[in-house]
Structure formats: C-alpha cells, structure tokens
C-alpha cells in the first residue's frame, strides 16, 4: 500500500462524522491504512485544528470503546489528522489547502499521491473537481483518485453533463463512484457463489432457474429527507443505482478473470441486455406506489403525504416493484423481479433464486416445493438452501427445509470500511463505472417520463404491509410470488403449493 494524503471534502458533515471517519479509525486499527499517510479534512466552518480533531473523536468513540482500543491509540490516530476551512466555490481557497497538503507531505515524507473523496452535496460534485484541478492539486508526481458520493446525476443527462466535467480533471480510471450497497459484504460474495461453486456455476441459466427476486425494503420513512427524496422518489434513490447494480452482480456471465475489468466488462453486458421498456411496458411491467398511514412494528405512523417537508399531493414513488427481462441466451425466459420500498413492514435487503420445479406432483404424489436460494444481505447476511425433505414423524410426508449458513454480520467490515480500503489500494472492482451508471439511467429513462406524466397508477400501501397488492399481481402474471413475505412463510408451514 502505497504512502498517500487522503483528502476528505465535507469533513464535517453528517456522512463524515458516522460513516467515513469510523471507518478511517477501524482500518487504522486493523493496520489496514498505509505505513504513512496524512488525512487533511476539508469543511466550511473556520474551526481550529484542535476543535475539529474534538469532534473527530467523537465520531470515533463508538467504533473506539467496541474495539477495545485505549486513549493513545485515538491520539495516534488524530495526530494523522488536519483541518482546512474551504469554501468550495472559491478558487482561492483551494490555494491554502494545497499548502496544507503540501506540508503534509513534507513532514511526514509522503509521496504526492492523493486521493480526494467529495462528501459534500451533489451540486458541488463538478464544481470542486474542476477547482481540484485549476489550483494545481491534480498536479502531482504519484497518483490521484477521485471518491465521489451518490446520487451521480438525477438523469441521463445531468449525469452525462456530470460525467463530462469529473473527465476534465480525473481519467475514468481514476474515478471511484460509490455505491454503498457494492461494499456489503454480501453484494461481494455474490461473485464468489457464483463463480467459485461449481454446482452453481453449472445451474446458474434458465433452464434451471425460474425466476430471481431482488428485495431491498425497509422499515423506515422518508425521515429528515423529503427535501431530496420528494423531488428523487424510489426510481431514483434506489433502482438506478443499487438495484441495478444487484442485477448486474446476480446475473452477470463467469468473467474470463476475476478482476475489476473483467467483472466490470461482464455487468456492462449485463446492461446492454436488459431488455428496454417502451411506454406500454412500463404500464405492465412497473408497480409505483406510496405508503399511506398505518401501523409499524407497534406504532401507528402518518402517511407519506403528511410527512414534513412533503407536498400535501406529492406524486413521489415510495415503493417500486418492476419484472426485468435480461435478452442474452443464459436468461431468456427468466424473469427478474425487483421491489424497493420504505414503510414495509420488515426491513429486508436480499435477493432469492426460485428454481424450475419439474417434480412439481410426480414423486410420490406429493407436492414439492421448488428449491431457493436465499442471499440475505441486510439486516442478516447468510445464505440459505430450501430443500425438499421426508418427515419421519408425518408418514414420510415431503417438507420443505432450508439450510442455513449464515455468518456474524456484526463481525464483519462495514460498507465505508471495505470500499474505502479499496479506493487506497486502487481496487475499483466494487465501484461504478461510468459506463454501468450511464446504461442504468438511460434504462430509467421511460420509466422516469411515464411517472413524471402520471402514466402509471400511484397505488397507496398501508405503512406496515408489504407495498401494494399490485406488486404481488405482477408475479402472479407468470404463476409466481414473492418468497418469504408474511402469507408465503403460513403457506410454507404446511406443504407447499402453487
Ligand atoms: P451534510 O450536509 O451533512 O455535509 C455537507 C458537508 O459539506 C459539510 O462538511 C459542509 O461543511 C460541507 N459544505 C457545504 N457547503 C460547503 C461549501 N460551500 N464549502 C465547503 N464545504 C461545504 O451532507 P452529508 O449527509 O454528509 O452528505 C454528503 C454526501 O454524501 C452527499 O452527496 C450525500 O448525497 C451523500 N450521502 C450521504 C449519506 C448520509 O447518510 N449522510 C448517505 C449516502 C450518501
């Protein structure tokens, strides 16, 4: 790993303090930072160095007490740290903070690599990149990366527009986009199941696999968010950037290598072979819904509409459910579904394999259920096998039974941990390319105008459910369900049957 200056734009933002600098710590502590380094964080605020490493503490104190580290180990770390106040619009500034990291790389003898990561708001995306670069930081005799946080655009044309000014002062190859979801570590042992088991590798097309059901739902609202998400709505936040970067990681084709080029290359064809939507198959293919008022977990809880900061109309999707056909020989004929949606009754992000069930009635005269593969990602990370077997104390009668494997998510790294780790050491397997974002939106697209012109119906949930019955009815179009939702697990509990 080589020396560097890592430079953290929006230093003192919410994503900073209780994502990024806890994970500095942890692979500080884990020995998993360069031998020498220097973190330099960028913000608004005048503070002193000393009131900006006080709150860098407290961002790391959780991580400090769990990992049992004592005082002067929080010391070493903080002594990496220094603090510039920049106002990111004015070209000037940028003047005092490539002093700053300069001087970083003087007294501590670092080499001019230099990555900038912009945990700022996505206005300010192009503008800091093009200052990055008329300032002379870009200037440098060892490497520079660029971190850049989401939403990359809001469509295919701001995101190319986007694109285009990030290109004028970093290589694509220098880009690192992050996509939180592609740092579970779930999401990256996807290609592992994939590829390294030969008994999935040679069951993994459509003549064993019935369909695919990718689910990322939660329990939460819109929380303090409707500022952005009323104007960005579930399409936006969710499907064009992590849903589809699981559908590329699910269904992409053994690589000729495992690495960031190849598997890169391989989810861009998946993209290229998603089958586009024209208008009338967006009214068939696409469930949009919002969540109404109900009862969670307990409490009841208001409406979408009559959340704070929302429009008293506001037509935003909170809920997207939509059936994907992938047109590439190992996928004809499969459907993958895809569902997202906040104020569901349980907080689930996985995605389940069902297979094809040709036994369905002959053996024995018994129904069998089909086999699934279950890839539990979050709130649980583990993957689980549901088989067929006898129950010697019901006569012999066939039950279906999972297998369990799962693993200590509470061990394992956290998202910002393994994707930061990555960019450090110049692994861009688990970021975007621009070329997958670029594809992503361009596939929204119709979907996004048949919302924007209401020509697909706004279906209200209750808050607590598990999103419009709707969604349910686009499965059940090609005889299938969704797997695991609460009438699935009753039916499961005596012997399946569809
Ligand atoms: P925030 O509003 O809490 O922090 C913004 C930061 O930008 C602050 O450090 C502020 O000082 C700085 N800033 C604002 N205007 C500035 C200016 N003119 N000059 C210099 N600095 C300026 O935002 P956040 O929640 O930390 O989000 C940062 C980025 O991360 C956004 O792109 C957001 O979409 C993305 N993101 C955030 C979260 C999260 O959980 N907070 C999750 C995923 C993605």
Redesign the pocket.
Known sequence: MKAMTFVL????????K??IFPALFNLYVDQKLPASYAIVG????TYTVAEFLRSVEQSVSDAAQRREVDSSCIHAFLSTIRYVS????QKDDYLALLGQVIQCEQEWNLPQNRLFY?????E?FDVIAGHIKASGLCETTGWKRLII???FGRDLQSAEALNEKLCASFAEEEIYR?D?YLGKPMVRNLEAIEFANPIFQAIWNNKYIANVQITANETVGVEDRAGYYDHAGALRDMVQNHMLQLLMMIAMHLPNRINAKEIRKEKRKVMEAVRPMETEDVMRSVVRGQYGAGNLQGHSVVSYRDEPGVEADSMTDTFVALRVWIDDPLWSGVPFYIRTGKRIKEKSTKIIIEFKNPLEGSYRNQQTAPNLLILNINPEEGISLQVNQKNAAERGKLEPVTVDFSTDASQAPEAYELLLSDAIQGDSTYFAHWMEVKLAWKWVTPILEAFAQNQVPLHVYPAGSYGPQESAELLMEQGFSWWQDEEREREMSGVHSR
């Open positions: 734009f929006g230093a003192t933002g919410d994503l900073a209780r994502k960028v913000g608004r605020r920049v106002d990111v619009t912009l945990s700022v708001a996505p300010f946080e989401k939403p992050i939180h």
